[in-house]
């Protein structure tokens, strides 16, 4: 079965932009199951539903729990993620110091991931993509941005290698594109305009980036010019 | 408290005794500035001392740009940052953190008919001061948690800034369109 991993920044994202709908639709054409963490699920809906700030979207994201689209995956994962945050958090040195860089709740979707042999997982975030595909880039981030010599641990880089070798990142943008691609969002085109297609495929790669999907706007005229509109 | 974090803390608590004392409505954006500075150390070492320092001179900056007129509240403030700033300079931590303590406190009081605008703005503060320890490279999910603020709010103030603009060398969009068609097919 095919199995894709969510974290909560995508979620958030498209429900942030009420393009929800886009995954339920998506997930029949997958033909497998969409999961998400535990503590995910807390971030998402637990915790805001308390509130009043985003207790709407906690509400709108639960519908798509209530009809299976997103699954919170149950299985016991504690100790393979208490693990992971603590390869990760020591892969990078600053001023003698281990940078913890990410946070339990986003290496729970890694743990997942690979525990359930996910075809991939959904994140948003850039520090987390940048620590499994180009942790060296993330090095020269952390050197430029905190103006202080980052040294890297290869120990923990090579054994966290190692354990995410095979898995591959996707985000929210990527399946909003693809979404576009298959004609999910035909019913948006703004026909009276000059170049329809590429307008509402711009105007959703933005409204995804400015929802906090972490993308360049370099990278978001590389989609359009690749989907040649 | 580890003695990088306290020296820069005391250089703040320092200039901003100074403001206070001037009482020049002016120096306001000084103090905004001011509550970036320990955004370095609040990154690499992740301690409650830095992000409460960065949030509470934010808030205050704020609360003082609304134009906040209680004299009394503003000297019970002034004092206790001297104080704090006392108790540092003494290494009496414990008396510094319930100083800072007393000033959030303070803040939250100032008036009644600003209560909601005071939450705001100390939600605000953290939200900023999040922002820029994002900037440095630290995980969105991992700041919402040192902040104790949510990934929803976070995110949504984010991605309407530059802060996740970075030159990013990762995998080509190309690949990952190539990988999301093979997922979709």
Redesign the interface.
Known sequence: M?I?VF???PI??LA?NSMLWVLKI?KK??DGEFYIPESIKY?LID??IEGK??KF??LHTLTYLRNRTLKVYKKHVREDTNKLAELINSIFR??G?Y????????VETIAVALQIKA??VVI???????VI??PL??QK??QK????NIEINYKSLTQFNRLVKSL????SV??A??AF??GLFKNYIPHDMTAPKKELLTAILWAL?????????E?ID??VS?ESL | MQT?IKKEVLVILEKVVDILRKKDIRDIIELKHLSDATI?NA????DQDSISIGVLVYSFAKVLERGFQNEKLYDKVFKLVERAKDSLMKNDIDNYRICIKDIFTIIKQMDSRLKMFIEQVLDKAKIQKGSRIF????????V??MLNI???????Y???TKI????????P??E??K???D???
């Open positions: 095919k894709l974290d909560a920044g958030i994202s942030t998506l054409r997958f971030e915790r805001p700030k985003f979207e906690a600053a001023r110091q940078l913890a860089i990410v946070q339990l709740g986003e075809d991939a948003d975030e850039r520090t987390m993509r940048l595909e180009s880039v993330l981030i952390l941005k905190m103006r202080t591959k990142v996707i985000r990527d399946i594109t693809r691609e298959l980036k400015l929802g906090g999907c972490s993308i360049s706007q990278e590389d989609i690749i | 990088e370095g990154s690499i070492f992740q900037a440095q490279g630290i995980s969105l999910a991992r919402a948690d949510s990934r929803w709010e976070l995110m949504n984010v991605g309407k996740a603009d970075t030159e990013y060398e990762g995998i969009v190309k990952r369109i990988l999301v068609r997922l979709f097919q």
